[in-house]
């Protein structure tokens, strides 16, 4: 089993910068970075796989978010600049076995944070 806790939510003013991170109690080949606001489908932000070392972004969020892995630390990091009012929602890490390339599919991911609310405003 993996635990998975996030920090660094806050609200904060458009244009500002937040950085999410996420204690583990270990990584596993794939990680990501989730979002959702209520009423809508968890969205993938971010992810890294291990192997070949692929970051994928999601393209409403490109240029301006950063995904990096600690792997000695078992923390994985979101560092998050010009934020916009529809950067607003729930940020979940999750860690899992295999995953595909691409977009970070949340039906793939094994295990789960609680979340950390961001809120831009």
């Known amino acids: 089993h993996v635990q998975l806790v996030e920090s660094g939510g806050d609200l904060v003013q458009p244009g500002g910068s937040l950085r999410l991170s996420c204690d583990a109690s270990?990584?596993?080949?794939?990680v990501g970075w989730f979002r959702q606001i209520p009423g809508a489908e968890r969205e993938g932000v971010a992810a890294?796989?291990?192997?070949?070392?692929?970051?994928h972004y999601a393209s409403s969020v490109k240029g301006r978010f950063t995904i990096t892995r600690d792997n000695a630390k078992n923390t994985l990091f979101l560092q998050m600049n010009s934020l916009r009012p529809e950067d607003t929602a729930m940020y979940y890490c999750?860690?899992?076995?295999?995953?595909?390339?691409?977009?970070?599919?949340?039906?793939?991911?094994?295990?789960w944070g609680q979340g950390t609310q961001v809120t831009v405003s």
């Open positions: 999750a860690t899992t076995t295999s995953c595909s390339s691409g977009k970070p599919m949340s039906a793939e991911y094994i295990y």
């Open positions: 270990r990584l596993l080949y794939c």
């Open positions: 890294i796989r291990s192997g070949d070392r692929s970051i």
